[in-house]
């Protein structure tokens, strides 16, 4: 794991809600120095208010927020010493390119003669050195946004706080300015806070990402813990695809620690009649409970269809998406598979009951693998691939 | 004939009709004006500059002017800034009662005044009870007493242009400049203010364009403070119709240079509002003294806007000859409006006003969406040649354009355009007409503008006819624009003084007039009467018409 041995930035607890609502509650995060994290979140998960209460342009109902041990939480926003970059960029149109960029070292106080350097150094740093004198509605979306950057870092702020800064661009313009952001904030060496809405712009830029889910932390790791050991059934869905597979525990998770459930807690469970499958666990479960398997289609193989250890179904659609191709099999009837499921609970006519009791599993196609629309296929786990993880059904969401 | 021709024929007729009733009028003005013994000659320009009486009363019309956008400024932004970025029991109702004198016509508004703060008004009679006093403190009248009554109507143009404007505004640009270690005083100066510049502008534009044509005010409190609108009707009155004509080229030439100046400010700005954005929300004021606060100066404020309107109907309710040296009228009843009602001679001026005011309205809206669809059916120099004129008539004092319409339809010269309408009940709807052309005009123009040219497109190729395509289609679509048009025409036409007191007759005289020649003869109740008829009417026209949109 990649705890940081010390924090910078630190969310102690932070709790907030606007009348009824509770739009975040409990938010613990340590940000080391110099690394970017990433909040990443459905839109009302609360990312965006966490930014905001970091900002101080909300005041926490619960909590607080430090800098290299500093209790910030009382400051104004103009003492904090922190840098935005917001959604739609809130550039002064009525300044200039420079002009912009220059405002917070005006505000701060910083000499003539300092200004001017400090204005030339940014305006080199997001690579816009000839347009200072331009007006802000005279250059592109992507100019702007590296205005934002420059006018946000000017200051040396003590941490920068990056609201969707890529969410105006074009997707073309968006994965190369990523790749820029990063650079231009790592060649810094500030202490960052991104929040997002799209995985791959939060795998890209952040060194961590923190996933938020309707106000909760649901996982904090790197994008490679968060993809292969999700712990979080909201996370294992949102960050990448999963199949969903119903099916009951065979022999209970197995600590090798003993005691807590670890990360690597490995269980069998009976996903048909005589197929098992291992699966990591991330709570403790008894023998006989339901419970569901998250799979990433790169998991399973396509194997014959009376394969032992494979589930048997049929090919109902292929997904091209260019690097991979994806078959979607609907899964044969099977014990523990389909009864009971939410589906049939919430489904309306016997038809769309039927429908919705038959389980779509996605899996990803080999380049030797011959498939097509109404082929009878199995898919078991692959030696490669990650793990599918197991969640129970009964915990309480 | 193609379509092409057909439609840039149509322009013509369009272009040409408004050149008769716009352009016309105020070229004949010139020209008379220049004229000596059947000669253009420039000596009636020279004696003009060397005139200081004239010179005084052009510094004093600009005067007016400006002080009046200095006033109506500080009284109204920072009205609007109270009102959208705090929070306090009754901020709603408030800020929709703060804008009302913009509904109102400027004569009520006077009287009002007048009964409150004249010399026999309540303000002045309760002082000296209080007080003991022989006489009024103070006489309503000069400078100060018309910069009073423009600060008092004219503070919405500032207070609706900046709201406007706040709202819009990018909360977002304001938490960047704090992000950026920016206090709340630099913040305010270096990016709220400048966001707000062009409205700003458009306000100031708008009070000194009405201050300087501004009549009622001044005829009424100028006494020998006399503005140039004054000046010109004083000049007509006494039947020196040159000197009438050379002022009103004068007063012209002034309401231009000053458009034309703003104008280029204008285009040289940035519009600094960002097409994103929520406004910032409007601050809860948490701490109970500061809020108790907040709601006593507003609702005192409110109190103080609606008290000349609250005294014009009491005062309405006095008979005349029971009120003389007591604080409060002793009788109170409605023998005002009973006389209103069933005096033959009392209701023709309100009759007349209807009317009038209906029929002008009805002809501008008509000729603003003929002149809207020939501007976009034709495009280029002629479209655009098409909304000048019929904004023209915004730009020239009332008075002017009165002037020259009087000079225009007082002969019979059919072949030259000019007919012998002055003195016959054609000439005020007509003047009316012109006056509230630009607001029917431009709201047709923006109207069409919104228009998706599609919808019409896709009315014809389903077969329907141009005509039918417009009445079932487009006039429908631009229903809620014209309908504010309509509303704020209506208003103006039925409360307007300016054209009124050049071109009435005894028989067309409108309620402005016979509110005039009551007061003259002291019937004050009566007076004060009329004056809440008008109030009532123009409310009614409000709320029929112009519901939450009648943009200045």
Not at chain 1, 37 to 65: H, N, Q, W, Y
Not at chain 1, 150 to 169: F, G
Not at chain 2, 180 to 197: E, K, N
Request: cysteine-free; proline content about 6%.
């Amino acid at each position: 794991m990649s705890q940081p041995s010390e924090s910078f930035l630190a969310l102690r607890g932070l709790g907030k809600r606007f009348g009824e609502v509770t739009v975040l509650r409990d938010l613990n995060l340590a940000l080391a120095e110099g690394e970017i994290l990433a909040l990443l979140g459905l839109s009302g998960s609360g990312k965006t208010t966490a930014l905001r209460l970091v900002a101080g342009f909300e005041t926490p109902d619960a909590g607080g927020i430090a800098v290299g041990g500093e209790d910030v939480t009382a400051l104004s926003p103009a003492r904090r010493g922190f840098g935005m970059v917001f959604q739609h960029y809130a550039l002064f149109h009525h300044m200039s390119v420079a002009e912009n960029i220059a405002f917070g070292l005006e505000a701060r106080r910083w000499p003539r003669d300092k200004r001017a350097q400090r204005v030339a150094a940014m305006l080199d740093l997001v690579d816009l050195a000839a347009y200072g004198n331009r007006r802000i509605d005279a250059i592109s979306g992507g100019q702007q946004q590296r205005v934002a950057l420059a006018r946000a870092l000017a200051p040396e702020p003590r941490v920068l706080l990056l609201d969707e800064p890529l969410s105006n661009l074009d997707p073309a313009l968006r994965e190369r300015t990523r790749r820029e952001l990063r650079a231009a904030v790592k060649a810094v060496g500030i202490t960052t806070l991104l929040v997002t809405h799209e995985q791959e712009e939060a795998f890209d830029v952040g060194d961590r990402v923190a996933v938020l889910d309707r106000g909760r932390l649901a996982q904090l790791g790197t994008p490679q813990e968060l993809y292969r050991r999700p712990t979080d059934r909201f996370v294992a869905s949102f960050v990448g695809r999963a199949g969903s597979i119903r099916g009951t525990v065979a022999t209970a998770p197995v600590d090798p620690a003993g005691g807590k459930t670890s990360d690597d807690t490995m269980a069998q469970i009976t996903v048909a009649a005589g197929v098992t499958w291992q699966a990591r666990a991330v709570a403790p479960a008894s023998v006989g409970e339901p419970v569901e398997l998250l799979i990433r289609p790169e998991a399973l193989d396509v194997v014959d269809a009376s394969a032992p250890g494979a589930l048997a179904g049929t090919v109902t659609a292929m997904r091209f998406t260019g690097p991979l191709t994806y078959a979607v099999v609907e899964l044969e009837m099977a014990p523990g598979v389909g009864s009971g499921t939410a589906g049939a609970m919430a489904g309306g006519t016997t038809e769309g009951r039927a429908r919705e009791d038959r389980t779509h599993v996605e899996v990803a196609v080999g380049p030797t693998d011959h498939v097509e629309p109404g082929d009878r296929i199995g898919i078991a786990p692959g030696a490669v691939g990650p793990v599918p993880t197991v969640f129970g059904l009964r915990e309480a969401r | 004939m193609t379509p092409a021709s057909r439609s840039r024929i149509g322009a013509l007729a369009v272009a040409l009709l408004l050149t008769w009733l716009v352009g016309y009028p105020l070229l004949l003005t010139l020209l008379q004006a220049l004229e000596v013994e059947g000669r253009i000659s420039f000596e009636p320009l020279h004696a003009f500059a060397g005139a200081a009486d004239e010179w005084a009363a052009l510094g004093r019309s600009l005067l007016v002017a400006t002080a009046s956008v200095v006033l109506a400024a500080l009284v109204g932004v920072p009205l609007a800034f109270v009102f959208a970025r705090t929070d306090f029991p009754g901020r709603r109702i408030l800020g929709a009662l703060v804008a009302l004198p913009v509904a109102l016509p400027p004569l009520v508004g006077v009287i009002a005044f007048l009964f409150l703060y004249g010399e026999s008004g309540f303000v002045p009679r309760l002082l000296m009870d209080l007080f003991d006093l022989e006489k009024s403190p103070w006489r309503l009248h000069g400078l100060g007493a018309i910069l009073l009554v423009h600060t008092y109507s004219m503070y919405v143009y500032f207070y609706l242009f900046t709201r406007a404007a706040l709202a819009r505004m990018d909360g977002a640009s304001l938490e960047a400049a704090a992000s950026l270690g920016s206090g709340a005083w630099r913040t305010f100066w270096r990016v709220t203010v400048p966001q707000l510049y062009p409205a700003l502008l458009g306000a100031a534009l708008l009070t000194f364009m009405t201050a300087l044509g501004s009549f009622s005010a001044p005829y009424i409190f100028g006494g020998g403070y006399r503005v140039m609108t004054t000046q010109i009707v004083a000049s007509k009155v006494s039947g020196d119709l040159a000197r009438a004509n050379l002022e009103s080229v004068a007063l012209a030439a002034l309401a231009l240079i000053a458009l034309i100046a703003v104008r280029t400010l204008q285009g040289s700005m940035v519009d600094a509002t960002s097409a994103h954005g929520v406004a910032p929300r409007p601050r809860r004021i948490r701490r109970p003294g500061v809020r108790l606060a907040f709601a006593v100066l507003g609702w005192t404020l409110a109190i103080v806007l609606l008290l000349p309107h609250l005294t014009l109907m009491l005062i309405s309710l006095v008979p005349s000859g029971t009120w003389t040296t007591e604080l409060l009228p002793p009788v109170l009843d409605f023998g005002n409006y009973r006389e209103l009602a069933t005096e033959p001679e009392r209701l023709r001026p309100m009759v007349n006003s209807v009317w009038m005011a209906a029929v002008a309205t009805l002809g501008a809206v008509a000729l603003g969406l003929l002149t809207a669809r020939r501007a976009r059916a034709t495009r280029g120099r002629m479209g655009d040649a098409l909304e000048a004129l019929v904004a023209l008539p915004w730009a020239i004092p009332g008075t002017v354009f009165a002037v020259a319409l009087a000079a225009t339809f007082s002969v019979s010269q059919p072949w030259f355009g000019r007919f012998l309408w002055v003195g016959t009940p054609i000439i005020l709807p007509l003047a009316y007409l012109v006056r509230v052309l630009p607001i029917t005009g431009r709201a047709a123009i923006a109207g069409l503008r919104q228009l998706d040219p599609a919808l019409e497109e896709a009315a014809w190729s389903l077969g329907a006819s141009r005509t039918r395509s417009f009445f079932r289609i487009v006039l429908p679509l631009m229903r809620p624009v014209l309908a504010a048009a309509v509303g704020l025409s209506f208003i103006t036409a039925l409360g307007d003084f300016v054209v009124s007191i050049v071109l009435y007759t005894y028989e067309t005289r409108p309620i402005s007039i016979e509110i005039l020649s009551t007061l003259r003869s002291q019937s004050f109740g009566v007076a004060a009467a009329y004056g809440v008829m008008l109030m009532l009417l123009s409310a009614a026209a409000f709320l029929v018409w112009g519901r939450g949109e009648a943009a200045p």
